[in-house]
């Protein structure tokens, strides 16, 4: 009863869900094995931003209910962000410094993968993946590119209903 009056979550909701979803999507070890994305913590964070974002966007699509839950999916990730700085032993007077740039970057990022994602005319989304998970070769930025775009049709295919059980993802292949 307290935790329904303080506003707590006894169980995951959906965008719980959708997020550990997108998580472990984002760990395939083939990402690194088999594309090319550099194993660093810097490029499994893009890989993070990247599969929210797919998430979102296609979300989104579905209406009201689906703009809300992608809202509230966004904030599970921020909240999952700060939740790691504190792991990581950020102390509390700096976590809202760090949770600023990170917020920025996760911005940014989303910024520069929305137009090439949607489809847009003249947008280069491999060049934009490629500054961001492997800065010394185009090629993973290229491939992840491809597979970046195969989850947005495999994601455009489901109904809200089925994406929140659980997001039929595309293999992770070259």
């Known amino acids: 009863m307290l935790k329904r009056l303080l506003g707590l979550k006894s169980r995951p909701d959906?965008?719980?869900r959708l997020y550990?979803?997108?998580?472990?999507?984002?760990?395939?070890?083939?990402?690194y094995a088999v594309l090319g994305v550099a194993d660093r913590i810097d490029a499994r964070f893009e890989l993070y931003v990247l599969h929210v974002q797919l998430?979102?966007?296609?979300?989104?699509?579905h209406g009201e209910e689906g703009r809300?839950?992608?809202?509230?999916?966004?904030?599970?990730?921020?909240?999952?962000?700060?939740n790691d700085l504190r792991?990581?032993?950020?102390?509390d007077l700096s976590v809202a410094k760090k949770m600023r740039k990170l917020s920025e970057q996760v911005y940014g990022r989303m910024s520069a993968y929305e137009p090439g994602l949607k489809g847009e005319a003249g947008v280069?989304?491999?060049?934009?993946?490629?500054?961001?998970?492997?800065?010394?070769?185009?090629?993973a930025g290229e491939a992840l590119?491809?597979?970046?775009?195969?989850?947005?049709d495999a994601l455009a295919a489901q109904e809200l209903g089925s994406l929140i059980q659980?997001?039929?993802?595309?293999?992770?292949?070259?």
């Open 145 to 152: 590119a491809s597979y970046a775009l195969a989850a947005r």
């Open 55 to 61: 998430l979102i966007l296609r979300l989104q699509e």
């Open 68 to 82: 809300e839950l992608a809202q509230r999916l966004f904030d599970v990730f921020v909240s999952a962000l700060d």
């Open 20 to 31: 550990a979803h997108a998580v472990a999507q984002a760990r395939d070890p083939r990402f």
């Open 14 to 16: 959906a965008a719980d």
């Open 124 to 139: 280069d989304l491999g060049a934009a993946l490629a500054r961001n998970v492997a800065p010394e070769t185009a090629t």
């Open 87 to 91: 792991e990581l032993g950020v102390g």
């Open 166 to 174: 659980g997001p039929d993802w595309p293999e992770v292949v070259p």
